[in-house]
């Protein structure tokens, strides 16, 4: 028997731009529609992931992650982001649930160009992940992000720094580009609005794809 593959949805957008609670109640509402749903996010919940996690914590190798090689993190994430499409993403788009990641590709070809300085490297290791049905972009300028995420919690991950966020914000306008340019799907979504408001629009989004 054959099922109708489900669709794999992204949402994206800087640290504190809402990309976790919009997920979750995307999944949430889409079930309640009837939809299977599968919830997940990157860095992912595999070996991969659970090592990235303790990089960008700073617990290996230098206070806050500065100690560890760029690059060498960039190759984990990729590792991680086909690791998990295998893994867990493919099996259950066959299966014919819908898979929303809270974060996927467009997340290194921002945050991991920066920090590489060569965003055609990381475009290149991540050439093998499989593109989603629709990446959502949540719009919020760093300064209102950078507020979320202070009201949010005391202490800083490795990315989580104002200048930083800011040339992450125009990162990822041009890897949106460069996603239009391959001929994937995007959305740019206002996320700066009551969460409410936004999750509507992420919604609306969605089930256009
Ligand atoms: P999170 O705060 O959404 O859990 O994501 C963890 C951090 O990792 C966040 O600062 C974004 C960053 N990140 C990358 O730099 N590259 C990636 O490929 C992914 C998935 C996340």
Redesign the pocket.
Known sequence: MSRRRGRFLVLEGL?GAG??TQSRLLAERLRREGRRVHLT???SGGPVGAL?RQV?RGRVAGGGGEGFDPSALALL?AAD?LDHHAAEIAPRLAEGADVIS???TL??LA??SLTTGDPAWVERLNARAPAPDLTLFLRVRPAVAGRRRFAESGSR????VPAFQRRVARAYQRSLALLRRRGERVALVDGEGPVEAVAEAVHAAAIGA
Do not use: K, N, V, W
């Open positions: 640290d990309t976790t996010a990157e860095p990235i960008l994430f982001r809270d974060r996927y997340s290194s945050y991991q991950e490795l990315y989580e």
